[in-house]
């Protein structure tokens, strides 16, 4: 029988990152739930936009795998967890504790680095193809913030990890 050497208790993050990410082919699935973990975000939450692939609403246990694999990799003992929502309705519904931005890419004048970021922080990144213009006008009626990534057109993949990355660094540099 296995005993263990030690146990180390970690409290719980004072800064949360919510990502809901639409739908997307699974062919980059396992690097984006990989860089979610690296990045430690608090939740991982997948919704069907208007533009995303056909949509299977159904937590892979290949992407638990994948999750904890990450965790031991970078060190993270807080696993995010993973929901896959109905709609963009049921993301809007809940969160009113967060800050509430969305990677826009027709946002024109606000950049991610020049807006106050608080310590919640509840990201919502639309599909390849951009949000349908009722998306983005209902995430705005809800309260969301659009924001700027630059001028590129990014994948979805690429404004995950750019968006991610900075608000990681942020809150990092602010604990």
Known sequence: MLEPLSITQHP??????????????????DFILEKCVELK???ILFWPAKFSPPFTPKIKESW????????????????PQ????????????????????????????????????????LIVIGPEGGFAEQESTYLKQKGFTSVSLGSSTLRLET?????IGYIYLFLESST
Do not use: D, H
């Open 12 to 29: 719980e993050p004072e800064n949360k990152i919510k990502v809901a990410l639409a739908w997307q082919r699974a062919k980059n699935r």
């Open 41 to 43: 975000c608090w939740e």
């Open 64 to 79: 638990l795998k994948k999750i904890i694999n990450a965790g031991k990799q970078c060190q993270n003992p807080w696993l």
């Open 82 to 121: 993973i929901k896959i929502l109905n709609s963009l309705e049921e993301l809007t519904n809940s969160n009113s504790e967060y800050q509430k931005l969305f990677f826009w890419e027709k946002e024109e004048k606000r950049l991610l680095t020049k807006i106050s970021l608080k310590k919640n922080i």
């Open 159 to 163: 404004a995950m990890l750019i968006g």
